[in-house]
């Protein structure tokens, strides 16, 4: 079975690089994905491989083993670009200005179809159901993953094991990566408004300067993740837009302050966000000024369920060698992939696409991003094998 399966990966790798052109020349926003949809609703007729639509963009695909079992497995790709403006000067550039798939999401993509078109093939040599998920909007709340969910990917069939890959420019390509039980960080975004009373900066004494309460609020809320967090539990709070909209000598009336939490526990993330509300009116109302503190709930935590993702490891061992099989440490970015991982037995596991010579170590969500594309090589095989691993083959 897994000569087979490298023999087809290197079959279709061309093509699987041709799909990852189309879909980065052609980069779409969040839950706005209708061509890219289309051309991958295009490769699956092709292949006679059935599907349907869901979350208005999402596809959905099952491939059947011609050996009867009840065991399915679901393999997860994300779709969507960011609105970033691409600096690569590469032939399969972005198109469409301001729009690029910094995230590697066109990756994830065009190898769920390289890989589909793998276990395609082998659907007279193996038992189970493969069930593919084309998933829209990762980069947007409350996330694609939550609305397929709510709308059944779960369900007939119900996969016993949902399975997704992401690219590493941190690590070299022809390696991926693992971990065990809790991964990635939940997610939050803060907006906040700090009221005052604006006037000429040469008249402090008749004005209630929210810009001032403002800086005292940003420096007193890190004493959440210092004093309040348990220190052997990661929590990160960031704040990356402030908003006076004043001048050199003008106070103005408000303040706007967004920002994002993050961490590894339900409990202490709800506990967080009381205890930044109530600092953060209680240092406003002191200075004499308001606060508004407005939390949108993001992402879960992701949690990598351990004999899952301790039998993949072990596939993934098998197919391309102990040594190119490394462990992940914990890492506090957020992805809506988390929801799958709490609802079901879940598996996220990284791709390395980094190399420096030729110029794909940066990182994501950045407008130098790339990927080298000898990675394709071991994505598509790769997930087929896990794939047709967990379902007993």
Not at 65 to 78: C, T, W
Not at 94 to 118: E, F
Not at 333 to 351: G, K, P
Request: net charge negative; hydrophobic share 40%.
């Amino acid at each position: 079975m897994k000569d087979k399966i490298q023999e087809l990966a290197a079959q279709i790798y061309n093509d699987v690089v041709g799909y990852r052109h189309h879909i980065h020349a052609n980069p779409e926003l969040s839950f706005k994905e209708f061509e890219t949809s289309m051309f991958i609703k295009d490769k699956l007729n092709k292949w006679g491989i059935e599907y349907t639509d869901m979350a208005n963009t999402g596809v959905v695909a099952l491939i059947k083993g011609a050996i009867p079992s009840d065991q399915v497995v679901a393999l997860r790709a994300d779709m969507d670009a960011l609105p970033i403006h691409e600096a690569n000067d590469k032939p399969y550039r972005s198109k469409n200005h301001g729009v690029m798939h910094a995230c590697g999401h066109d990756v994830h993509s065009s190898s769920l179809l390289g890989t589909a078109y793998i276990l395609n093939q082998l659907k007279n040599d193996f038992a189970g159901t493969i069930k593919l998920v084309f998933q829209p909007a990762e980069e947007l709340l409350p996330g694609g993953a939550s609305i397929m969910i709510k709308e059944g990917v779960l369900e007939n069939p119900k996969p016993q094991a949902m399975i997704g890959q992401h690219v590493m420019p941190l690590i070299e390509t022809g390696k991926v990566g693992f971990r065990s039980g809790i991964y990635m960080a939940s997610t939050d975004e803060l907006y906040v408004t700090v009221h005052g009373k604006g006037g000429h900066g040469a008249q402090p004494h008749q004005n209630i300067d929210p810009v001032l309460i403002t800086a005292h609020i940003i420096v007193a809320l890190q004493q959440i993740v210092s004093r309040n967090a348990d220190p052997r539990l990661p929590s990160v709070l960031s704040f990356g837009k402030v908003n006076a909209n004043g001048a050199t000598n003008i106070i103005p009336n408000e303040v706007k302050l967004e920002g994002t939490f993050r961490t590894l526990n339900e409990e202490w993330r709800s506990e967080a966000h009381k205890l930044m509300k109530k600092m953060a009116e209680g240092i406003a109302e002191s200075m004499g000024g308001s606060c508004t503190f407005d939390i949108m709930r993001g992402y879960p935590f992701l949690i990598n369920e351990e004999e899952l993702t301790d039998r993949a490891r072990t596939y993934a061992e098998d197919y391309l060698g102990k040594e190119n099989v490394i462990d992940l440490d914990i890492w506090m970015a957020a992805e809506d992939f988390a929801y799958y991982s709490q609802v079901t037995n879940a598996c996220f596991y990284r791709l390395g696409t980094g190399n420096e010579a030729k110029g794909t170590q940066y990182s994501v969500h950045t407008p130098n991003f790339d990927i080298d594309e000898d990675a394709l090589k071991t994505s598509t095989g790769l997930m087929a094998y896990i794939a047709l691993k967990q379902l007993g083959n």
